[in-house]
């Protein structure tokens, strides 16, 4: 069974950095994505990252390109999302999907928003000024 677990949220303040880790568990051989998915009150679902196992191909969607970045650690099996010049906006729960799908990140990432994939139970990361 796949599963993801998500840890590395907290209090920071604005214009501090924080890191994601997503630690996966029950991959097969096939092509695995990790994708970073955010969820605020009073917003929409909102993808940020994805990256894949096998290529290290990834994608960021407009909004965080330049502050975040998803790296990975296959021997660690975790993939990671370094928040940089964090701002009060990036306020929200944070979840780490896992989707199989045979996609480009953009792709997957886009597949996640609408809830497929496996979800992990999400990391809180709060922004204050």
């Known amino acids: 069974e796949v599963q993801v677990v998500e840890s590395g949220g907290g209090l920071v303040q604005a214009g501090g950095s924080l890191r994601l880790s997503c630690t996966y568990s029950?991959?097969?051989?096939?092509?695995?994505?990790i994708g970073w998915l955010r969820q605020a009150p009073g917003k929409e679902r909102e993808g940020v990252s994805c990256i894949k196992l096998s290529d290290e191909t990834t994608y960021y969607v407009d909004s965080v390109k330049g502050g975040f970045t998803i790296s990975k650690d296959n021997a660690k099996s975790t993939v990671y999302l370094q928040m940089n010049n964090l701002e009060h906006e990036d306020t929200a729960g944070y979840y780490c999907?896992?989707?199989?799908?045979?996609?480009?990140?953009?792709?997957?990432?886009?597949?996640?928003?609408?809830?497929?994939?496996?979800w992990g139970q999400g990391t809180q990361v709060t922004v204050y000024s």
């Open positions: 999907v896992a989707d199989r799908k045979s996609m480009t990140a953009a792709q997957a990432l886009a597949v996640m928003r609408l809830g497929f994939g496996t």
């Open positions: 029950g991959l097969t051989f096939d092509d695995y994505l």
